[in-house]
Each structure stands twice: as structure tokens, then as C-alpha cells.
């Protein structure tokens, strides 16, 4: 157990709905990292935050959103979503920054049909 | 765009065998990890190596990072079922504030 959680475990919606995934990151931690894996992509980092502030940007689409809270759990939110944005959605959180060791919670599987 | 490119992709061995996996970029890094990654699971991190030319071991675990900082690889030692998983090497990149680079992956299945 890493200590990250994640809410949902499991996600299953139809395209052109929204859905918002929880993160809740290890006590402590400061950064929270979201990354996508897919089967053809691999893992792909999404967006950071430290500390309530957006730190680093990855190849988030504009459909996508995320923040942090002043409790430092972060939310990722997906809108109009499509059928390749079925994938697997992990979120991280280390202390400070990227060069930290990043712990990984155990992802939300968004199935969009 | 930054790439780390890892091969093989896929890896069918027998338990006791020996393999190394490669992860190979033409970017440099200042530091590399790996991961394993099991099925329902996040990536958990083995190792991060930072020195070019610097070797870790864990168990029968041997990590090397190229000493151009470019590449690195992960020997396993008489394979164990246990072993089986997604291995993923990650680079922190030099001048990408705080943004992980991760290979494509590289799926292990050790058959008892």
C-alpha cells in the first residue's frame, strides 16, 4: 500500500459525459502528479500540482481539468469525453518536486462506451 | 519530443532464467528509475540511478545507467514467477521542471 488513494476504482460512462476523479495523496506529500496509461500510449503525465498551485503541464487535453485542495487532495476532471479516453488513470504524490520518489496510488479504469 | 524507448516489449521466459531489459533515449537524463508495474496496480518504484556509469544491485536485481546518461538497463538474475509484471524505466530530464519521461514498458511473464 503506498499510501495514495484514488476514488474510483472503477469508472464506466458514456462519451460526451464528464466525470471527476479523486485523489487523495500520502500524508505529508505535497505534489500530486496524474498520469494516463493506455495500451498504445503507455504512461503519459498528465499534470502536476504542489501545493494547491499547478506546477508542471504534460499532455493534458482541453477537455481536461484538474486541481488541488488546501487539504491537498486533487481532483482530475474529463469532459466530452471519447472513446480513446478509456484508459487507466493514476494519480502520484511526492514530497516536493518530480525528483522525489513519486508513490503511486492504484489508478480508476474509466471505461467510456 | 523526449522519448525512452525499452526493449524487448514483451518477454516469455522460464523461472530461472537470466534477461536485461534496455531503455535507450537520445536525450540525456539527470537521473533514471524503474518501476514495476503488477496488473490492478500503480507503478512502484526499484530503483533511481543518477550517476552515468553508476550500477545498483537489488537482490538479483542489477540496474546500470549509461555513462552518457542516456540509457540505462535492468538484468534480472534467475528468474523468479514472482518477477512477472510491467517494468518501466522513467528519465527526470534535464530543463523539463519536475516532469517524469517514462518508456514504453516492458511486460515480463516468468512460467514456473
Known amino acids: 500500500d503506498s499510501g495514495v488513494t484514488q476514488t474510483p476504482k472503477h469508472l464506466i460512462t458514456a462519451t460526451g459525459q464528464r466525470v471527476t476523479l479523486r485523489c487523495s495523496p500520502r500524508?505529508?506529500?505535497?505534489?500530486v502528479y496524474w498520469y494516463q496509461q493506455s495500451l498504445d500510449q503507455g504512461l503519459q503525465f498528465l499534470i502536476q500540482?504542489?501545493?494547491?498551485?499547478?506546477?508542471a503541464k504534460g499532455n493534458i487535453l482541453e477537455r481536461f481539468s484538474a486541481q488541488q485542495f488546501p487539504d491537498l487532495h486533487s481532483e482530475l476532471n474529463l469532459s466530452s469525453l471519447e472513446l480513446g479516453d478509456s484508459a487507466l488513470y493514476f494519480c502520484?504524490?511526492?514530497?516536493?518536486?518530480?525528483?522525489?520518489?513519486?508513490?503511486f496510488g492504484p489508478g480508476t479504469r474509466l471505461t467510456v462506451l | 519530443t523526449q522519448l525512452l524507448e525499452q526493449s524487448p516489449q514483451f518477454l516469455s521466459i522460464q523461472e530461472g532464467e537470466n534477461l536485461t531489459v534496455y531503455c535507450n533515449s537520445s536525450?540525456?537524463?539527470?537521473?533514471l528509475q524503474w518501476y514495476r508495474q503488477e496488473p490492478g496496480e500503480g507503478p512502484v518504484l526499484l530503483v533511481t540511478?543518477?550517476?552515468?556509469?553508476e550500477v545498483k544491485k537489488l537482490k538479483r536485481l542489477t540496474f546500470q545507467f549509461g555513462d552518457a546518461r542516456k540509457d540505462s538497463s535492468l538484468h534480472i538474475t534467475a528468474a523468479q514467477p514472482g518477477d512477472t509484471g510491467l517494468y518501466l524505466c522513467?528519465?527526470?530530464?534535464?530543463?523539463?521542471?519536475?516532469?517524469?519521461?517514462f518508456g514504453t514498458g516492458t511486460r515480463l511473464q516468468v512460467f514456473p
Open positions: 502520484a504524490s511526492s514530497v516536493d518536486g518530480s525528483r522525489d520518489t513519486q508513490y
Open positions: 500524508s505529508g506529500d505535497l505534489s
Open positions: 500540482y504542489y501545493n494547491g498551485e499547478e506546477r
Open positions: 536525450s540525456v537524463f539527470s537521473s
Open positions: 540511478v543518477v550517476t552515468g556509469g
Open positions: 522513467a528519465g527526470d530530464s534535464i530543463g523539463m521542471a519536475d516532469k517524469l519521461i
